[in-house]
Nanobody
Framework: QVQLVESGGGSVQAGGSLRLSCVAS???????????MAWFHQAPGKEREGVAG???????NYADSVKGRFTISKDNANNILYLQMTNLKPEDSAEYYC??????????WGLGRQRYTYWGQGTQVTVSS
Protein backbone atom coordinates (compact mmCIF):
# COMPACT_ATOMS: atom_id res chain seq x y z
CA GLN A 1 0.00 0.00 0.00
CA VAL A 2 1.19 3.47 -0.86
CA GLN A 3 0.04 6.84 0.44
CA LEU A 4 0.98 9.94 -1.54
CA VAL A 5 0.89 13.51 -0.24
CA GLU A 6 1.60 16.43 -2.54
CA SER A 7 2.72 19.93 -1.58
CA GLY A 8 4.26 23.00 -3.17
CA GLY A 9 1.39 24.34 -5.24
CA GLY A 10 0.47 27.99 -5.24
CA SER A 11 -0.17 31.09 -7.32
CA VAL A 12 2.54 32.59 -9.50
CA GLN A 13 2.80 34.96 -12.41
CA ALA A 14 3.62 33.75 -15.90
CA GLY A 15 7.31 33.08 -16.24
CA GLY A 16 7.64 32.09 -12.60
CA SER A 17 8.68 28.80 -11.05
CA LEU A 18 7.33 26.31 -8.55
CA ARG A 19 8.57 23.01 -7.18
CA LEU A 20 6.04 20.36 -6.31
CA SER A 21 6.85 17.58 -3.88
CA CYS A 22 5.16 14.24 -3.29
CA VAL A 23 6.04 12.24 -0.19
CA ALA A 24 5.36 8.54 -0.59
CA SER A 25 4.68 6.31 2.40
CA UNK A 26 5.29 2.75 1.29
CA UNK A 27 4.23 -0.27 3.34
CA UNK A 28 5.83 -3.69 3.37
CA UNK A 29 9.43 -2.58 3.51
CA UNK A 30 9.50 -1.49 -0.11
CA UNK A 31 10.91 1.83 -1.19
CA UNK A 32 9.85 4.09 -4.00
CA UNK A 33 12.73 2.67 -6.05
CA UNK A 34 10.47 -0.29 -6.89
CA UNK A 35 7.72 1.97 -8.16
CA UNK A 36 7.22 4.04 -11.26
CA MET A 37 5.82 7.48 -10.51
CA ALA A 38 4.35 10.39 -12.39
CA TRP A 39 2.71 13.78 -12.21
CA PHE A 40 -0.65 14.39 -13.81
CA HIS A 41 -2.71 17.55 -13.99
CA GLN A 42 -6.37 18.28 -14.43
CA ALA A 43 -7.95 21.62 -15.29
CA PRO A 44 -11.67 22.25 -14.69
CA GLY A 45 -13.78 20.51 -17.32
CA LYS A 46 -10.82 18.67 -18.80
CA GLU A 47 -9.40 15.16 -18.65
CA ARG A 48 -6.58 14.31 -16.27
CA GLU A 49 -3.41 14.33 -18.36
CA GLY A 50 0.12 13.11 -17.82
CA VAL A 51 2.72 15.82 -17.29
CA ALA A 52 5.88 13.84 -16.53
CA GLY A 53 6.77 10.31 -15.50
CA UNK A 54 9.80 8.54 -14.10
CA UNK A 55 10.29 4.81 -14.51
CA UNK A 56 11.83 2.39 -12.05
CA UNK A 57 15.15 2.57 -13.93
CA UNK A 58 15.16 6.38 -13.62
CA UNK A 59 14.28 7.14 -17.22
CA UNK A 60 11.93 10.08 -17.67
CA ASN A 61 9.14 11.10 -20.02
CA TYR A 62 7.39 14.42 -20.53
CA ALA A 63 4.30 15.74 -22.21
CA ASP A 64 5.24 17.82 -25.24
CA SER A 65 3.72 20.92 -23.67
CA VAL A 66 6.20 20.91 -20.77
CA LYS A 67 9.41 19.65 -22.38
CA GLY A 68 12.28 21.99 -21.63
CA ARG A 69 10.36 23.68 -18.80
CA PHE A 70 9.56 20.95 -16.27
CA THR A 71 11.90 18.42 -14.66
CA ILE A 72 10.80 15.31 -12.77
CA SER A 73 13.11 13.69 -10.25
CA LYS A 74 12.93 11.19 -7.43
CA ASP A 75 14.75 10.88 -4.12
CA ASN A 76 14.57 7.13 -3.50
CA ALA A 77 16.29 7.33 -0.13
CA ASN A 78 13.54 9.56 1.24
CA ASN A 79 10.67 8.41 -1.02
CA ILE A 80 10.03 11.87 -2.44
CA LEU A 81 9.01 12.72 -5.99
CA TYR A 82 9.62 16.23 -7.30
CA LEU A 83 8.41 18.31 -10.21
CA GLN A 84 10.44 21.43 -10.88
CA MET A 85 8.37 23.78 -13.02
CA THR A 86 9.93 26.81 -14.69
CA ASN A 87 8.72 29.41 -17.18
CA LEU A 88 5.16 28.68 -16.11
CA LYS A 89 2.32 29.62 -18.42
CA PRO A 90 -1.35 30.31 -17.67
CA GLU A 91 -2.25 27.08 -19.46
CA ASP A 92 -0.27 25.17 -16.81
CA SER A 93 -2.93 26.13 -14.26
CA ALA A 94 -4.52 22.96 -12.90
CA GLU A 95 -4.73 20.58 -9.99
CA TYR A 96 -1.54 18.52 -9.96
CA TYR A 97 -1.61 14.90 -8.82
CA CYS A 98 1.17 12.52 -7.88
CA UNK A 99 0.71 8.91 -9.02
CA UNK A 100 2.56 5.64 -8.44
CA UNK A 101 2.47 2.02 -9.47
CA UNK A 102 4.49 -1.01 -8.52
CA UNK A 103 6.93 -1.70 -11.34
CA UNK A 104 8.40 -5.02 -12.45
CA UNK A 105 10.13 -3.49 -15.46
CA UNK A 106 8.82 -2.01 -18.67
CA UNK A 107 7.15 1.32 -19.08
CA UNK A 108 4.40 2.75 -16.93
CA TRP A 109 4.17 6.11 -18.70
CA GLY A 110 3.52 4.47 -22.06
CA LEU A 111 0.44 2.68 -20.70
CA GLY A 112 -1.27 5.87 -19.60
CA ARG A 113 -3.24 6.97 -16.59
CA GLN A 114 -4.80 3.56 -15.94
CA ARG A 115 -1.39 2.02 -15.22
CA TYR A 116 -1.02 4.03 -12.02
CA THR A 117 -2.60 2.46 -8.96
CA TYR A 118 -2.03 5.03 -6.25
CA TRP A 119 -2.95 8.71 -6.32
CA GLY A 120 -2.49 11.69 -4.07
CA GLN A 121 -5.13 14.28 -3.25
CA GLY A 122 -3.65 16.98 -5.46
CA THR A 123 -2.15 20.43 -5.12
CA GLN A 124 -3.41 23.48 -6.99
CA VAL A 125 -1.21 25.48 -9.34
CA THR A 126 -2.49 28.82 -10.64
CA VAL A 127 -0.52 30.87 -13.15
CA SER A 128 -1.67 34.39 -13.90
CA SER A 129 -0.79 36.33 -17.03
Amino acid sequence: QVQLVESGGGSVQAGGSLRLSCVASVDGGYTSSTYCMAWFHQAPGKEREGVAGIERDGSTNYADSVKGRFTISKDNANNILYLQMTNLKPEDSAEYYCAAARSYGGTCWGLGRQRYTYWGQGTQVTVSS
